[in-house]
Structures are given as C-alpha cells and as structure tokens.
C-alpha cells in the first residue's frame, strides 16, 4: 500500500469516525452534559486531523479515474447529514455514485445517509446506503457510495441493468471490476479500509 493509498484509506475512516462521533454525541445533549462535551471535544480531535489530511492530500490526490455506467433517474431521495437533512432528486446514478440535484450547504468530503425512494410506492427503503460528496455544484452534489445493505445492493443492480442501454457493458463493470466487496448484509467500497462495524450501525445491521 503507497502513502497516497494510505492517506486516502485514513481520511475515509475519520470522515465515518467524525460522523459517527458526532450522531453519538447529539443524543447525549439533553441528558449528559459531561459525555456531550467529551464527545465535543473528541469530534474536534478528529476534525482537526482530518482537515490536515486532506489540506496535505489535495495534489496527492488519486480518486479513482475509471467510468462506469451511469444511467438517467428521477427519483426523489432524503439525505441525512447527521445535523441537516435535506430532500433532492437523483439526476442518474451508477454502481458506484449517483448526482442528486437540489442546493446543499455541504462540502467535500462530508459523509451522509442516503434514502432513495421506490418511485411507485414513494416509500423509503429502495436503497439504504451511507454516501461521500465528491464534487459541489450549483445545481447538485456527486457522492460516492462507501456502503449499502446487500438488499439495496441487489435492487441497483437490477434496476441499473434495466435500464443500460447498453446492458452487456454494465455486466462487465458488476462481474470484472472489485468495486464492492461483501461482508454478511454489508457491501462496502473495495477502497474503503475504514471500521466496517460503525458503517453497520449506521445502516442499522446487526
């Protein structure tokens, strides 16, 4: 593993820790001043890191570069970044990340929950994953997918080969490319080396 890998690998994992850190922390806001400050205080910790991390990983930066195939879909999506919440619309999506349009007051980087809508039944639940920004515009965000529940896994992958156009070139990107690696009811990021337990409990996994 090279020192961008690392890097990479280490920013992901505070980002996850942060977010964690800071869902834990708000439960305790009315009930424990003592374990919301000390909470307050790790959080900041973290933030401080990984903010150094990423100011030093900016021109090492080697997001993966591959294309996969994305196709156009609206459907209406909720996403939870821990103190915000916000209603937008997914634009099109892929194996690997979506773009979900709407204005948001995030950055780069920040880590959310993601709640896409069956587009029939507008129920929560078609997919249940957790989510980082990668590009901001003034139309939308880009996220990429760190995780999902394999059932939300399943559900884009056939809603995806549904709706390819060219459906054979997706095939290849499921079968021929490690984008996902499986673990019980989890499918995480192949370039995640993060805690895969906290990934869990915010996906609500056992």
Not at 151 to 162: A, R
Request: hydrophobic content about 35%; proline content about 2%; some cysteine.
């Amino acid at each position: 593993m090279d020192e961008k890998e690392i890097k990479r690998n280490r920013i992901n994992e505070l980002r996850i820790k942060a977010y964690y850190t800071e869902t834990v922390r708000d439960n305790y806001k009315n009930i424990h001043p003592g374990l919301y400050q000390a909470n307050s205080y790790y959080l900041e910790r973290l933030k401080q890191e990984l903010g150094e991390l990423e100011k030093s990983f900016r021109d090492m930066d080697d997001r993966n570069q591959r294309k996969f195939s994305r196709v156009k879909m609206q459907r209406p999506v909720r996403l939870d970044f821990c103190s915000t919440q916000y209603q937008g619309v997914i634009d099109d999506i892929s194996l690997c990340g979506s773009f979900v349009k709407g204005a948001f007051k995030q950055s780069k980087g920040d880590i959310c929950k993601i709640d896409l809508k069956d587009s029939v039944s507008c129920q929560e639940g078609a997919v249940r994953a957790i989510g980082s920004i990668i590009r901001c515009s003034d139309s939308g965000i880009a996220i990429d997918f760190i995780a999902m529940k394999t059932e939300s896994y399943h559900w884009l992958e056939t809603e995806l080969l549904t709706r390819a156009v060219d459906p054979s070139v997706l095939e290849d990107e499921i079968f021929q490319r490690s984008i996902f690696e499986f673990d019980d009811d989890l499918v995480c990021s192949s370039v995640f080396n993060g805690s895969r337990n906290k990934l869990k409990k915010l996906l609500d996994l056992p």
